[in-house]
């Protein structure tokens, strides 16, 4: 009996331990499962890649183009000819080696592509400064804004609504500017005193854009 006894106790233990060690491989394969179904962030990544790929806003945002402007390739014997120059009540003959003035419309001109020449009167020794640009759309309505705010319309520089014109002075500075299309035409003299002084140049300028 006690030899039975003995067997069962063993047969018993084995069991106890057999259990335990079951026990601790299926809470090791939980832990390992655990430890494999982490990396969610792929998912995650990959549903945001997928939701940015479905939003075509953010798209057509990164690759709209910035409005750039039409570059003017006149050269200054264009924006003016010698027939024009000798034609003007006072005469004025071209400048060799202008440079536009920092901040003035002339240099802003050029910064837009644009071309800015110079001439001079010499019954005065006034220089007169002739500029053209192609704006983009946002700029151009700008300059037009700045125009119609700060400067008086004249009607005479062309037939509205084809040419609006504008005429002020700053300083003992006249500017004559004229619109029209996608031209930005500026002429500026310290002999503009009234917006007839710089009509014959303006009418000059209009009359050579390219069509």
């Avoid at 990544?45 to 057509?60: L, N, V």
């Avoid at 110079?118 to 053209?132: D, E, L, Q, Y």
Wanted: proline letters at 8%; charged letters at 15%; glycine letters at 6%.
């Amino acid at each position: 009996m006690r030899i039975d006894r003995h067997r069962r106790s063993q047969r018993s233990s084995r069991l106890t331990r057999t259990a335990a060690s079951a026990a601790l491989v299926a809470a090791t394969a939980l832990l390992l499962t655990g430890c494999q179904a982490s990396p969610q962030p792929a998912s995650t990544a990959s549903h945001t890649a997928k939701s940015a790929a479905s939003d075509p806003s953010s798209t057509a945002k990164a690759s709209t183009p910035v409005p750039k402007p039409t570059p003017v390739t006149l050269t200054c014997d264009q924006v003016l000819t010698s027939a024009q120059l000798s034609a003007m009540v006072p005469a004025i003959t071209a400048a060799s080696g202008f440079t536009p003035e920092k901040g003035s419309d002339a240099a802003k001109a050029v910064d837009f592509d644009g071309v800015a020449c110079g001439f001079t009167n010499p019954s005065t020794g006034n220089p007169v400064a002739v500029s053209i640009a192609r704006a983009a759309s946002a700029d151009l309505t700008a300059l037009k804004n700045t125009a119609i705010t700060k400067s008086n319309v004249v009607p005479t520089y062309g037939v509205p609504p084809q040419v609006m014109g504008y005429f002020t002075v700053t300083g003992s500075l006249g500017v004559a500017e004229a619109f029209t299309g996608d031209y930005w035409v500026v002429a500026a003299s310290k002999d503009y005193i009234e917006p007839g002084d710089a009509s014959q140049v303006i009418a000059g300028v209009l009359a050579n854009l390219p069509k």
